[in-house]
């Protein structure tokens, strides 16, 4: 059977679009390949490193990419996860089989303090992990506490 390809795009592909990059590939490496991008890339985001190494997984060595190095790829699912994207370059996006969005919190409108910082992140990062349930269904969290990733204890 033939991978299917994967596109997540987002404003700088440094946090969403990697996040879901790394949770669809822990989820399905053999069924897809995945790809990330954005229209501004600012450098992988340490916070969404660190959520992920919580998680069981290693996206320390995944790259910010720009958009325009995929706008002669075709792929099964062009995906982009905050609105910015979807407003601001609708003709620069990939062609896709099937496009489907959705606006995730951006991570600038993520709390002050690290503490904070890192709940907002892991928040973030659940969310994602259940909308791929949802669009990836053939593809479950088989992790142990699949549904729900582990998550650190915040201090009160």
Not at 9 to 18: E, K, L, T
Not at 46 to 61: F, L, N, Q, R, T
Not at 76 to 105: L, N, Q, W
Not at 107 to 122: C, H, T, Y
């Amino acid at each position: 059977m033939e991978k299917k390809t994967v596109l997540f795009i987002c404003s700088f592909n440094s946090v969403r679009s990697q996040i879901a990059e790394g949770l669809l590939n822990a989820r399905c490496k053999d069924r897809y390949t995945v790809f990330s991008a954005g229209i501004a890339p600012a450098g992988l985001n340490p916070y969404a490193v660190e959520v992920m190494k919580e998680a069981g997984i290693d996206i320390s060595a995944q790259k910010s990419k720009q958009l325009n190095h995929f706008t002669t790829t075709r792929f099964d699912y062009v995906i982009t996860m905050c609105d910015r994207v979807k407003a601001a370059v609708p003709k620069s996006i990939p062609k896709g089989e099937t496009i489907i969005h959705r606006g995730f919190v951006s991570p600038s409108d993520i709390g002050e303090n690290k503490v904070q910082i890192l709940a907002d992140f892991r928040a973030l990062r659940d969310d994602i992990n259940a909308w791929l349930t949802e669009i990836f269904p053939e593809c479950p969290d088989n992790r142990s506490g699949a549904g729900e990733l582990k998550k650190e204890r915040v201090p009160e």
